[in-house]
T-cell receptor
């Protein structure tokens, strides 16, 4: 089955700086990679995802890049703001085609200092 | 559309008791997955139901069980509660044949 590793576990940046969180996966057949943001006391929210047939996807200040050869994908947040402070999780399906089971990374706590 | 809802939001139970949690998916979503979230273990997959059938199962003991009804609402049950079952239990729903999962607010279970 799939194994997802996420780094770093904590990240502190100054407002306006960029933040990068990286995840590696083990199953080369994996084809879907979502990122979730979980604010304190709230539910995880899907903020961006990427499929294996593209290398990069952007949505305003956030972007995700995928390197299939190296089996890693990264979340990039530019011009960080205090409201970006949250725990971010990456994930991948347990196996290709298995749409019901996601394997999550351990999470990254991002702190944006004003 | 209304989002995923879960009831109750908070529960306090005693060791040895059992508990039932409920999840109502987004209208039209037929898949419901359950996850346990703890500070030490992160988000761990419990099971997934689709069309009233368990389609996936995680590595949890048999004390954890679930079911899904014809209207796609799902319940999970934990019997003989242990202190280590204290966690946030999240359900997520998905449309048919997609990977996207949308989470509910969770049920915070405390076992004393």
């Amino acid at each position: 089955g799939e194994n997802v590793e996420q780094h770093p576990s904590t990240l502190s940046v100054q407002e306006g700086d960029s933040a990068v969180i990286k995840c590696t996966y083990s199953d080369s057949a994996s084809n879907y990679f979502p990122w979730y943001k979980q604010e304190l006391g709230k539910r995880p929210q899907l903020i961006i995802d990427i499929r294996s047939n593209v290398g990069e996807k952007k949505d305003q200040r956030i972007a995700v890049t995928l390197n299939k050869t190296a089996k890693h994908f990264s979340l990039h947040i530019t011009e960080t703001q205090p409201e970006d402070s949250a725990v971010y999780f990456c994930a991948a399906p347990e196996s290709s085609g298995n749409t019901g089971k996601l394997i999550f990374g351990q999470g990254t706590t991002l702190q944006v200092k004003p | 559309k209304a989002g995923v809802t879960q009831t109750p939001r908070y529960l306090i139970k005693t060791r040895g008791q059992q508990v039932t949690l409920s999840c109502s998916p987004i209208s039209g979503h037929r898949s419901v997955s359950w996850y346990q979230q703890t500070p030490g273990q992160g988000l761990q997959f419990l099971f997934e139901y689709f069309s009233e059938t368990q389609r996936n199962k995680g590595n949890f003991p048999g004390r954890f069980s679930g079911r899904q009804f014809s209207n796609s609402r799902s319940e999970m049950n934990v019997s003989t509660l242990e202190l280590g079952d204290s966690a946030l239990y999240l359900c997520a729903s998905s449309p048919v044949r997609t990977y996207e999962q949308y989470f509910g607010p969770g049920t915070r279970l405390t076992v004393t």
